[in-house]
């Protein structure tokens, strides 16, 4: 096993505003070089914990380490210079340009402004490198804080809800720019209330619930920690929806409900496939079908999928 240092240790940290308990016993370990999501609903504690791993509020209780340095250390000051950061609403100067924004963020993080015009093309912004900020769209907005965050080449990023405010191409530049950035080695921390924006794109994840951890793993360890039945719709004309029914009544744990020529088929997933041997059999029944294998949301966080689709 490598004694590398993990790039971000959270070990039972707690932290309360004075009655509120924002984040209670959370522990966890971002491996170096990794992808990590954090998520979870509107008051989750995702930023309060991007606070503290910055450095930025001190724990009520527990420890974190950001490359094996304690952040209420001597030391991180230097740890703290390698580190980008996207807050949840980034705030600039309105009246200056965006390739005067990144020479300010620049000349403020000490690095030189000579990077500054290829960061805007990597974010899409260079044809708007001249213009002044004032009037930026909230995602070009959006793209200058991504930029911000990347100066100077750190080696951890963390970049809170960095998506808000972009269109759905703009979701996709955001996470190829993202990939390659990792592929240069850095680790990055993103965290969402939308799971599933992020969940394929991720190597890691937490889900947070009102302070605490309800979920960690890869994706595929998630999905395994909860078994929820597969909902299975089919198209079957009215005046065969009693033979088929016929043809699966061998077959325990299944719920069917029918409504005009829709037919509804919830199934454990252990069932999934003999049903659909038993469907195939049925080919000039069933005119069309469609699986909703149940989403993390379903799992998790209960928003039965919808919250999901309304972003
Ligand atoms: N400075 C503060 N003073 C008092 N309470 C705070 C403070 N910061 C956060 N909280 C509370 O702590 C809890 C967690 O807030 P936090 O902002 O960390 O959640 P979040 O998951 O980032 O939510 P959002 O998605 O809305 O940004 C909330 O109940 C919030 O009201």
Do not use: W
């Not at 954090?38 to 527990?62: E, H, V």
């Not at 809800?161 to 191409?169: A, H, I, S, V």
């Not at 990792?182 to 794109?201: D, F, W």
């Not at 744990?253 to 509804?264: E, K, Q, S, T, Y």
Request: charged share 20%.
């Amino acid at each position: 096993m490598s004694n590398k240092p993990k790039a971000i240790e959270v070990a039972h940290v707690s932290k309360h505003y004075g009655q509120i308990e924002a984040l209670n016993d959370v522990s966890l370990a971002v491996a170096p070089g990794e992808m990590f999501g954090l998520i979870g609903p509107n008051g989750a504690g995702k930023s309060t914990l991007f606070k503290m791993m910055l450095g930025l509020a001190a724990p009520s209780a527990g420890e974190i380490r950001v490359h094996g340095v304690r952040i209420d250390g001597r030391d991180f000051r230097q740890v703290r210079r390698r580190i980008g950061y996207l807050p949840e609403s980034f705030v600039t100067y309105d009246n200056l340009t965006g390739l005067e924004v990144l020479h300010l963020f620049a000349d403020l993080k000490q690095v030189g402004r000579d990077s500054c015009g290829a960061l805007l093309e990597r974010v899409g912004l260079s044809g708007a490198a001249g213009r002044r900020v004032r009037g930026y769209s909230k995602g070009m907005r959006q793209r200058l804080g991504f930029a911000q965050a990347l100066l100077g080449k750190p080696d951890l990023i963390f970049l809170d809800e960095p998506t808000n405010g972009l269109d759905p191409q703009g979701i996709h530049d955001f996470y190829q720019t993202l990939r390659e950035v990792q592929g240069e080695g850095a680790t990055i921390i993103i965290t969402s209330h939308i799971l599933a924006e992020i969940q394929e794109r991720v190597d890691h994840l937490v889900i947070l619930q009102s302070g605490r951890i309800a979920a960690q793993g890869t994706l595929a360890q998630l999905r395994a920690q909860r078994v929820m039945p597969s909902l299975l719709e089919l198209t079957v004309a009215a005046a065969r929806q009693a033979p088929l029914r016929a043809a699966l009544a061998g077959m325990d744990g299944l719920d069917i409900a029918m409504h005009g020529d829709n037919v509804r088929i919830s199934c454990p997933p252990a069932q999934k496939v003999a049903l659909l041997a038993a469907l195939f059999a049925e080919q000039g029944t069933v005119q069309h079908i469609t699986i909703h294998e149940p989403s993390l949301e379903d799992l998790f966080l209960g928003y039965g999928g919808r919250h999901a689709q309304a972003h």
